[in-house]
C-alpha cells in the first residue's frame, strides 16, 4: 500500500491507501524518544485518519480529539512533536500570532 498524495506531500484522503508500516518505521526511527512515547504517537496518528476531511486536514480543535484519546494538553504537545519529527503531520503556523492551525496528515516516506 501507498499512501496517495497531492501537492506538497499531503494525504489525499480520497484516494488515500496510506501505508502504515511505513508510518510505524518513520516513528520507530526517532530512538532518542521513549518506546511507549513513539508507540502512543502512532497509535494517535492512526486515530486522526476519524477527523481528517479529503486533504488530510484535521479542522477538529484538538481539544476536542484530545478528549477521544484520553490526553492532556501537555501530552498531545509531546505526541505532536514526535509526528512532526517523524514528519506524519504539519501544523501551520501564521507568522506573529503563533496560534496552531489545523493539523495536516502527511504521506509516509515509502
Do not use: C
Not at 500500500?1 to 526511527?29: N, W, Y
Amino acid at each position: 500500500m501507498t499512501g496517495a498524495t497531492v501537492g506538497s506531500g499531503l494525504v489525499d484522503m480520497r484516494q488515500s491507501s496510506i501505508d502504515f508500516v511505513a508510518a510505524r518505521r518513520q516513528v520507530e526511527a526517532l530512538t532518542e524518544v521513549p518506546a511507549t512515547v513513539r508507540a502512543r504517537a502512532f497509535s494517535i496518528y492512526v486515530g486522526l485518519f476519524e477527523y481528517a476531511d479529503d486533504e488530510g486536514a484535521v479542522q477538529t480543535l484538538a481539544a476536542d480529539f484530545m478528549a477521544q484519546f484520553e490526553i492532556n494538553r501537555g501530552s498531545w504537545s509531546t505526541y505532536r512533536r514526535v509526528l512532526e519529527a517523524a514528519s506524519l503531520i504539519s501544523i501551520e503556523r501564521a507568522d506573529g500570532d503563533g496560534r496552531a492551525r489545523p493539523v495536516r496528515l502527511l504521506a509516509p516516506e515509502v
